[in-house]
């Protein structure tokens, strides 16, 4: 079935880092592809996403481009900030399979250091 | 209010209560969801309504039970859980599964439960 793996986390980095969280998937067909990030003590939000191959996705200085052929859609920014600590979801819409939901990874935890 | 709001956002129940989680969109959208998140577990979908209608149910135990009165309005009765049922109860919604190519949640900001 369809599946998503990123990177295990915690994640540690001084402002101003690079940073790069991997995620790969498996799936038929043609999903679309998300990073949800999660504030502490807050839901998930959407931060950006790509619904085709070699689509890339950006938001808040967040990029991530949709591989099909190494199936990946690795997060990077290239300056990192405090406030960017946070938990990161990689996911893929299951638009094949039960009514489009959504299929995650299990996240990954940045904390960035001033 | 804006967006998705869940009430309350943190609840205490002893494993012979009966309680229940409420969620509220304001979007517009047609597809309802929960989800329970558990420290070192991904993410689990529990139930999908759309347009009302339950379309999925993700093996959960009855002690759950969902309520979806209308397209706005999404409910999780709670009734003799256990203690690992404790985690934090994120309800999301999206316009319309059925179609939609990208089909993007919005989320709610979660009811952190615990069970004594």
């Known amino acids: 079935g369809n599946s998503v793996t990123q990177m295990e986390g915690p994640v540690t980095l001084s402002e101003e880092a690079f940073l790069t969280i991997n995620c790969t998937y498996t799936?038929?067909?043609?999903?679309?592809l998300f990073w949800y990030v999660q504030y502490p003590g807050e839901g998930l939000q959407l931060l950006l996403k790509?619904?085709?191959?070699?689509d890339k996705g950006s938001n808040k200085g967040f990029e991530a481009t949709y591989r099909k052929e190494t199936t990946s859609f690795h997060l990077e920014k290239g300056s990192v900030q405090v406030s960017d600590s946070a938990v990161y979801f990689c996911a893929l819409s299951d638009y094949g399979g039960s009514q489009g939901n959504l299929i995650f990874g299990k996240g990954t935890k940045l904390s960035v250091k001033p | 209010e804006t967006g998705v709001t869940q009430t309350p956002r943190h609840l205490v129940m002893g494993m012979t209560n009966k309680k229940s989680l409420k969620c509220e969109q304001h979007?517009?959208?047609?597809?309802m969801y929960w989800y329970k998140q558990s420290a070192k577990k991904p993410l689990e979908l529990m139930f999908v309504y759309n347009f009302k209608e339950q379309t999925e149910n993700n093996s959960v135990p009855s002690r759950f039970s969902p309520e979806c009165p209308n397209s706005s309005h999404l409910f999780l009765h709670l009734h003799t859980l256990q203690p690992e049922d404790s985690a934090l109860y994120l309800c999301a919604s999206s316009q319309d599964p059925g179609t939609s190519v990208d089909n993007e949640q919005f989320f709610g900001p979660g009811t952190r439960l615990t069970v004594l």
């Open positions: 979007l517009g959208h047609n597809a």
């Open positions: 799936a038929t067909g043609y999903p679309s």
């Open positions: 790509a619904t085709k191959a070699d």
